[in-house]
């Protein structure tokens, strides 16, 4: 326990009351041996709460070290990319300031080896680091094979783009040939293989160390049953002794022993009472009972919240639907896609993608009520479930996604302008399986008319829904999966 943290319990006004005065030698011995007993479970609560607080703290620093590891890896691609797309050369120096200046990718590892990870972690993410400089041979030659296409004065690349040979078969190619097939090297299947198999490397070290940290969460969780079940005991005996003291035993120990007991069956924090010894116990108790409950929020939320919006992710988007299915009141989808959001990322990077999903999710929670459910379904796609069915709704969603795209017409910071099309359907009751294709087919009738607009499956005309339902039959089903695998690929 930190020196802090106990002077705080110090000046707390539940540490004040008497100590329980003994009548005899036989009850004095009893009650030291309790005192004894209570101030050993103590030092184990505390211990497990360090035990507990260390696993998390260090989760969040494993993950950050293997995120870093994937996104140096990400920048190197990136930069290359970029460079023998526009044959920049400032593209290139970007690239060999992170491999030779930066480095973030080995900085991570150095974070690591001062952390308490096992060997198995670290043979992860050093092959993950591993794969992705193997991967920086590839891209050099490619840098070198572009430079030479475009005519570059190579010495003033650094000495790696020199020192690359190439083989017989790309020497001879014309300039024009040599940087298309530059742009072949960074673009190909097995390019995007080896690209694969850095992600898979740094995604299994993070599964390794999330289990671990669930694992030692729950032995904590466990530990601490026990040591509450110890106490429990401990004031059973308390009570006991209490009928032999004087008068004051009433007071300093029976009705705390009754208030504790009543709000342990009730599953609420105890409420300081009685002696000293008693209030540390509830204050004690009472920091467990709130940690837990920290940390049973922090799981929850981390399941059903996309990391980067803090909105309602894909899986509680399914839970939703499968709740709803069964209401009888009419049920609203909105679909929304942001507009050429992969130029955005192209052009801009992906830092800036990433930037206008976090407006749009913004500006989508600042528009809709608290009772409606914002929700990310995959890449720059989004959804909000409404749960009623109000009059006038439809004019007032039309005026929130205009009022939005009006919004996002602004460029923000590093955000360039940006708009949405939105499609909405609504049910007759519940949310049916056919809500979602019949939100997306408005979806696609926004898209068909330029974008950046809002559509509602109710005021299409037969023939349109009818032709937007073919459509779906054709391509793959409208399913949030589905639609961000077929974006993706």
């Known amino acids: ?199 898979n490397a740094v995604a299994h070290f993070l599964d390794d160390v999330l289990a671990r940290a669930r694992e030692s969460q729950e032995k904590s969780t466990a530990e601490l049953g026990m040591v509450l079940s110890r106490q429990r005991l401990a004031l059973v005996g308390l009570g006991l002794l209490g009928v032999l003291t004087f008068a004051a035993g009433i007071i300093l120990v029976i009705r705390p022993l009754r208030l504790f007991d009543r709000c342990i069956r009730e599953g609420r924090p105890l409420a300081p009472a009685g002696a000293r010894e008693f209030r540390e116990l509830a204050g004690t108790y009472n920091e467990m009972f709130a940690l837990k409950e920290q940390q049973d929020m922090m799981l929850r939320h981390k399941a059903e919240h996309d990391p980067l919006t803090d909105l309602l992710n894909r899986s509680a988007f399914d839970g939703l639907r499968n709740l709803l299915n069964g209401e009888e009141h009419p049920v609203g989808l909105i679909l929304i896609d942001v507009d050429r959001f992969k130029e955005v990322n192209d052009l801009h990077g992906h830092e800036t993608g990433d930037a206008a999903l976090r407006r749009v999710a913004g500006l989508l929670r600042t528009a809709f009520r608290a009772d409606d459910f914002c929700i990310r379904l995959g890449g720059d796609e989004f959804a909000v479930i409404i749960p009623d069915r109000a009059a006038g709704i439809e004019r007032v969603i039309a005026d929130k996604i205009a009022a939005i795209n009006e919004t996002l017409g602004q460029p923000e910071g590093m955000v360039p302008a940006l708009s949405i099309s939105v499609g909405v359907a609504f049910s007759r009751q519940g949310f049916p399986d056919s809500l979602y294709g019949d939100a997306d087919s408005a979806l696609y009738r926004v898209k068909e008319g330029g974008r950046r607009g809002c559509a509602f499956f109710e005021d299409m005309s037969a023939g349109a829904a009818r032709s937007a339902r073919s459509r779906r039959l054709r391509e793959p089903a409208a399913d949030p999966a589905e639609r961000q695998a077929r974006r993706q690929d």
């Open 1 to 199: 326990m930190s020196q802090d943290h106990q002077e705080r319990r110090d000046h707390n006004p539940q540490d004040s009351g008497l100590r329980l005065v003994l009548v005899n030698g036989f009850i004095l011995l009893l009650t030291l041996a309790f005192f004894v007993f209570l101030i050993h479970t103590t030092m184990h609560v505390a211990e497990e709460y360090k035990a507990s607080t260390d696993a998390m703290e260090n989760y969040i620093a494993w993950e950050n070290s293997g995120q870093r590891v994937r996104r140096g890896s990400d920048y190197l691609t990136e930069q290359v990319r970029l460079f023998v797309q526009t044959l920049d050369k400032n593209y290139a120096d970007r690239y060999f300031e992170e491999i030779n200046s930066t480095k973030s990718r080995e900085k991570a590892l150095e974070k690591l080896a001062g952390e308490h990870v096992r060997a198995g972690d670290h043979n992860c993410i050093h092959t993950g680091l591993d794969l992705s400089n193997a991967l920086t041979f590839r891209e050099i030659y490619a840098i070198r094979l572009a430079a030479e296409g475009a005519h570059l004065d190579l010495a003033e690349f650094p000495a790696q783009v020199r020192e690359a040979r190439l083989n017989a078969e790309d020497r001879y190619l014309s300039p024009a040939d040599k940087v298309r097939h530059a742009r072949e090297l960074v673009y190909d299947r097995k390019y995007r293989e080896a690209k694969q198999e850095i992600f």
